[in-house]
């Protein structure tokens, strides 16, 4: 059984859905593994390195393209422009792996069934204990959360520990994590190491004992957050005299934060503005806001998707694929969740389409051209029009 590596196409993009240290983990259960050339480059990985391996290299896309399984970081739906050009060479009993927020781009998902291909949404990994391993969403979470506070460190004109030197004595900078997800704890984790005091917030009152344990204060608003936690541990969606209120009881803290970095998403929806334009007034100039909600809106009201803007002296980045800025180590990390899937989903060679197992049947987005996930087909209004044709 044949499984295809291509090079990843969105602009920036310097991933690698698989590294050589993986592919005789995958030659074990059964697989040999193709790799497009040049797949590697940009991550720093060589031809050569994965021909160490027992990999094989494809000359062309199109030769890669035709093994049974193809996997990309970025399939369509992630990589809305440049992804619908593998379209065409997708097939009917082909499985695709990748990434296509399958949530936010729904109508992808079904460009996609429409070629007859199985393609496999890894961003819809269960948030189960057996499925960990294969949480793509986590493993990129955790570099994203990482590089904000570098990123923060970088742009803010304070160095983040105490000093107490001969010249006088540097009070350790001030930062505000909103949104306590693997990002949040992350960057919790990475400013307390750099000796940063900081503080954390999220809606749901169960993570003040993480929050405390990696040696941050968790900060309580006044608020009610009574089914505040949605499926699968993600925070869930709020109605806006909630939002508002949020953002009232927030900006004070804010405002005594040097570094705000914000976390906050919900899947699938625009992300939940909880930072002011007169939130960010309030922080002192030289201030630095990291909006790792950006691809969605932003947690900001100023911010803007892949730029930096100075408002009210204070600076506001807004990334949205900070994982691809730390391209080796984010490989490995998204490797090795995609062999894990892969070793489940392949059995002695052979594809093994159980969907008596939770894994498989909540990542599967197409099959032999339908959408068959139950929430994507909701939102494309194909359940609704199934239940008005058995009424009629």
């Known amino acids: ?68 399984i193809v996997v990309q970081v970025r399939s369509l739906g992630a990589n809305l422009q440049h992804g619908r050009h593998d379209l065409a060479r997708f097939r009917p009993g082909q499985i695709v792996l990748g990434m296509c927020d399958p949530l936010g781009e729904v109508k992808a998902v079904a460009e996609i069934a429409q070629t007859g291909a199985t393609h496999f949404a890894l961003e819809l990994i269960p948030r189960t204990t057996r499925a960990q391993a294969m949480d793509v969403l986590s493993s990129m979470a955790t570099i994203a959360g990482y590089r904000a506070v570098l990123l923060a460190a970088v742009e803010l004109p304070k160095i983040f520990p105490l000093l107490m030197t001969a010249a ?5 900078a001030r930062v505000f994590i909103i949104g306590v997800g693997v990002a949040g704890l992350q960057a919790i984790a990475t400013a307390r190491r750099l000796g940063a005091v900081v503080r954390a917030y999220d809606v749901r009152p ?31 969606a709020q109605d806006e005299t909630f939002y508002r209120r949020q953002r009232e009881l927030m900006a004070q803290v804010v405002g005594e934060s040097d570094v705000v970095i914000t976390t ?16 960010v007034a309030g922080m002192q100039p030289g201030s630095v806001i990291v909006d790792l909600a950006a691809e969605r809106g932003g ?8 730029q930096r803007t100075v408002a009210h002296g204070v ?12 391209p080796l180590h984010a490989s ?21 389409l159980n969907c008596d197992d939770e894994i498989i049947r909540e990542t599967m987005a197409t099959h032999e051209g339908q959408v068959v996930h139950k929430r994507l087909r909701e939102l494309l209004g194909l359940a609704k029009l199934e239940q008005e044709t058995l009424e009629t």
Request: aromatic share 4%; glycine share 10%; charged share 20%.
């Open 1 to 68: 059984m044949q499984v295809a590596i291509l090079k990843e196409t969105f602009p920036g993009e310097r991933r690698v859905a698989l590294v050589p240290a993986d592919c005789p983990k995958l030659a074990k259960a059964g697989m040999e593994v193709v790799v497009e050339t040049g797949t590697g480059m940009a991550a720093g990985i060589a031809d050569e390195a994965y021909m160490a391996k027992g990999a094989k290299i494809a000359p062309t896309r199109l030769a890669a393209g035709e093994a049974p």
């Open 168 to 172: 006088g004595t540097l009070t350790a």
């Open 206 to 236: 169960a993570c003040r004992e993480q929050v405390e344990s990696l040696g941050a204060k968790f900060v309580e608003l006044p608020l009610e957050t009574a089914g505040a936690e949605g499926q699968g541990g993600y925070a869930k």
């Open 264 to 279: 906050a998403a919900i899947p699938g929806k625009q992300s939940p503005v909880l930072v002011t334009a007169e939130a």
């Open 299 to 306: 947690n900001c009201a100023l911010t803007k998707a892949d």
């Open 315 to 326: 600076t506001i980045l807004g990334p949205t694929n900070l994982p691809s800025d730390t």
């Open 332 to 352: 490995q990390m998204f490797s090795g969740n995609v062999t894990n899937f892969l070793t489940n989903l392949v059995k002695k060679g052979e594809v093994v």
